[in-house]
């Protein structure tokens, strides 16, 4: 089939595992990818053109939008894609819990045929405000991209991302680890190209045995939702790499997540967390660590999700998607 990728790249530094996902679509589908970037507002015009008839298809194209936030999707009308128009029309919110704020675009959704939202428990809140049928889509990460573990992880704790304050400083946290008699690892390098950052982050995941990770409802920061938690990339990438996940799990996570991926520990009592985290460190093998990994390929890969689009939207799987999701099993 024909398709089209419509990318709208937000700003920041954390979009890395959405840039691969694209990366990803484009190859197994052959499709061409149109990126625009997030300037920040749509002029009137183009959000008028949300609201103009949608045109019959000339060709049989299809479309993917995949949006950071719901209104980022304004965009494709910004770009004005719908013109030559398209057989069918799909659009994938990635941060779908900003519910407010849904773009004239996705209210009625006359160019938009099927929603796709990684929030498993925001489907009838969408469909309310949208008008539309839903669909999930949760998050995931290229599996294939990480090796098989090895014996060779020499980090016992690893801090990715941002922490509660308690976890905040790590400087404290490596002190005591050591008191613990752990190996501890800071953030790895930022970069703001988002495939260096994405090979930074594979190679620290690829060193450590646990990762330190906590919902946003107790690790906020301006750019988190306040009240409703959720997964990230570095949840989803740090299971492909075959890590334990130490910290508070996002209560949404559930039908993501499995028993064994996260361990809990408190976000506020560090002297509470240490004897769990030694005692994850002494029981830690290269076996359970490539066990981990392989839950992670059959269960939370992009191509799954790929696979799921194909049968929402009735598109053809494309032989390459197929053959790779039976290499993952």
Known sequence: ????????????????????????????????????DDRGEVSRFRKAAAGLPRRKPRNERHLLVIAANPALVAYAARAQLWLPGYATTAAWVIDSFWTDRTPRLLRGRPHIDRLFITDSDLTDEWGALTGGPVAVLPWGADTARFPDADALRDVDVLRLGRQPAAWSDDEQTAADAARAGLRFAGRPPISSDPAENQANVRAALMQARTVLAFSNLVSPAPYTHPTRDYLTGRWMDALAAGCLIAGTAPRAAAATLWDGATIEISPTDRSAAWPLLADAAASWTPDRARAQQRRARVSIDWRLRLRALCREMGWNEPDTLSVEIDLLG
Do not use: C, H, N
């Open 1 to 36: 089939m024909a398709l089209d990728i419509l990318y709208v790249r937000p700003g920041g530094s954390g979009w890395g595992p959405v840039a691969e996902l694209v990366a990803l679509t484009a190859r197994v589908f052959d499709a061409r990818v149109i990126s625009v």
